[in-house]
């Protein structure tokens, strides 16, 4: 048995004992009560819906937050990143601003920014699209973490001999076809580690889209406080802090196996 796998066994069994054991110490001979009252709103947390019947709450928003925030970052950061390694200055000087400016932002600012400078709705092509909180979110949450993901990018390629840019250049290759073809497929295992820890921590910072309005975890578990009262708070909070838990601490473990393959070289 690996460490990996002893810190993951370790992790997935000791996080949620120590857990319980703090839930056991607020709530003493009350516990199993409490424990009842909150087992019907379990699936509220979880999707949103008391029954399971639809996705469109809870911690699946936070997932699927994540996911398209994620997605809009990887592309956006990709060429953000392209315009830091220009040879123009002219291209690689403003990428370099708007770089800094949003990696060293505070994301609960992006967030608040966003909730106020985008409007509720735009007109595409004559046709009206709602930009719901969650939209909104997306959107705030993406900004920053499109230049970290730059950021990732830019050192990934820079990783990459300089010996290869230079073959491939005497094969008549063009300097983005250098990139695509040759430089990307190479570096692209050095930065999935690192992309994988931006994704974990963007997951966490899910939490503060709260402050939008989106109907997150955190929003249904202080709608469920304020329906069942302030008895249950600490229990609904623990509960929420084990889903975040149980969802990354396996990608904060596969990333570092992945840390170790890419080190070693091993496949």
């Not at 709260?210 to 202080?222: F, Q």
Request: proline share 5%; glycine share 8%; charged share 10%.
């Amino acid at each position: 048995m690996n460490m990996q796998t002893r810190t993951f066994i370790l992790g997935m069994v000791g996080v949620p004992a120590l857990l319980a054991l703090v839930f056991l110490s607020v709530y003493g001979e009350q516990s199993s009560a409490v424990i009842r009252r909150i087992m019907p709103r379990v699936p509220m947390l979880l999707t949103g819906s008391a029954d399971f019947s639809s996705l469109d709450g809870g911690f699946a928003t936070n997932i699927v937050i994540s996911l398209c925030s994620m997605a809009i970052a990887i592309v956006a950061g990709a060429m953000l990143g392209t315009g830091l390694i220009a040879r123009s200055g002219f291209v690689r000087l403003p990428c370099s601003l708007f770089m800094n400016l949003l990696r060293n932002s505070p994301w609960l600012v992006v967030l608040f920014a966003m909730l106020y400078l985008l409007p509720f709705e735009i007109e595409i092509f004559g046709l009206t699209v709602s930009l719901s909180p969650a939209v909104k979110a997306v959107i705030g949450l993406a900004l920053p973490v499109t230049a970290n993901i730059a950021e990732i990018f830019r050192g990934g390629v820079q990783a990459i001999p300089s010996g290869q840019w230079e073959s491939a250049s005497s094969l008549g290759y063009r300097r983005l076809q250098i990139l695509r073809h040759v430089v990307i497929p190479q570096a692209l295992p050095l930065m999935v580690p690192n992309l994988m820890t931006m994704y974990s921590m963007l997951f966490i910072g899910t939490s503060l889209v709260v402050v939008t309005g989106a109907n997150d975890v955190l929003s249904v578990a202080r709608t469920i406080i304020a329906v069942d009262g302030e008895a249950v708070a600490t229990a609904i909070y623990i509960f929420v802090l084990l889903l975040f838990f149980l969802f990354c601490f396996p990608i904060a473990i596969l990333t570092r196996r992945l840390e170790h393959r890419v080190g070693t070289g091993n496949p």
